[in-house]
Each structure stands twice: as C-alpha cells, then as structure tokens.
C-alpha cells in the first residue's frame, strides 16, 4: 500500500467580497438625478411663469346675455349693459368684468385659434412699446380644450407676456356665449355706463383698437 498522500483536487478560489459602495456616493447620485430632472422640467417651457394652478376657470355671470354676434349685419347690441362675469385669472386671483367699472375693451381668446395667436404678440407689441390705451384692456381665455393645439392657454400667454388681466371661462364657453361671441378673436367695446359701443371679430391690429378704445372712453 502506498504511503503517498493522495493529492486534492484543485478547488476553485473564493470570490472576492463585493465592494462597498460608500452610502455618500448613493446620496449624491440621487440629488443629481433630481437636479437633471429639476433642469429638463425647467428647460422643457411647461412651468408657468405666473405660477399657474388652474387651466379651466368656473365663472359666474349675471344680467342680460347679449344677442350672438352676426359679422357684417346691424349689430342690435349697441347700447345694451354688458352681463358681469366674476371669476379669476390663471392663478387664481379674482378678476371681474362689471359693467360699472367704466370704458374698457374685451377680447375673448381662444388657444388654439390661429388668429388669436396672431392678434395677441401684435397688442403687446402695442402696450409695451408705452401705448396708453383709452380705455380699460380686459381679456377672457375661452373655449378651452386639451385636444386642440397650444394648449394650456397660460403657457401660450405667457410666452407671449401677455400683460392684460384675464379671466378663464369654463369648458362651456359661458362668458363667451353670455356676450354673445361667436368667432375669435371676439372684441367687445363698451362706454363708462357699461354699454356696447361696439363688437367686432378677427384681427383687429393696434391701430384700430386705439380707436375703438378711444371711441369707447367717448362714448
């Protein structure tokens, strides 16, 4: 019998211990994620500048609806009291057409409506380059609709720096329907005793709004 030790087979070696990831290097990694995602977000427009916080509006009117607006007939308005629409602008602070507030001019804005988006850098093209208006310049941003194009409407006026109070109508269209608008933009023009002086559509331009608003604080 043999005396030799019988040699063992070669057995394979330990795997070394996993490295330890100091629980720092985790954290930091972490808080850049967050900061890259706080930058895209930034980067990306979809954070308001006005601080935003509502996209549809629930205002209220009161008093005599105006009759819809027919382009190129007698407009059987002229005279009438405007209703009063009390709600808030974007961020929710309170914004009231009333009848009784003077001479003013209101434009009613829709989104996605190309002409909207043309009439609205032209007037603050106007305001900014130091245009005092006659009258009072209010607007409604209405017939909302996240299907359509350029939606939200804050974003679309704030890149636009819109500057003119607005008030944000339901998705029904209330404000809009209640003085009568029928196709955008839609302007209503009305004297110190809350009375259409007059109502138009479409592209207007500055010129001719510095006369309506003109004819309005004299009317």
């Known amino acids: 019998m043999s005396t030799k030790a019988k040699k063992r087979p070669n057995q394979p070696a330990p795997p070394p211990p996993p490295k330890k990831i100091p629980i720092l290097w985790i954290l930091g990694g972490l808080v850049g994620v967050a900061l890259v995602g706080a930058i895209a977000v930034s980067l990306s427009g979809e954070t308001s500048t006005s601080g935003a916080v509502i996209e549809i509006g629930s205002p209220t009117t009161s008093g005599d609806s105006l009759a819809p607006y027919v382009r190129g007939t007698s407009d059987p308005t002229i005279g009438s009291v405007i209703p009063t629409a009390t709600g808030t602008d974007f961020d929710e602070a309170p914004v009231v057409i009333d009848p009784g507030d003077g001479a003013a001019g209101i434009v009613f804005l829709a989104h996605w409506c190309g002409h909207c988006q043309a009439e609205v850098p032209v007037v603050q093209d106007w305001l900014d380059g130091g245009a005092v208006p006659a009258a009072r310049l209010l607007s409604v941003a209405t017939s909302i609709d996240e299907t ?72």
């Not at 008030?167 to 933009?185: H, N, Q, Y």
């Not at 839609?186 to 309506?212: H, K, Q, T």
């Open 148 to 219: 359509r194009p350029n939606y939200p409407p804050w974003s679309w006026l704030d890149r636009e720096g819109w500057t003119t109070p607005v008030l944000v109508d339901d998705a029904a269209g209330s404000v809009m329907r209640a003085f009568g608008g029928t196709e955008f933009p839609f302007w209503v023009f009305v004297n110190d005793a809350g009375e259409v002086v007059a109502r138009v559509s479409g592209e207007i331009g500055a010129e001719a709004l510095a006369g309506f608003l003109e004819l309005a604080a004299g009317a």
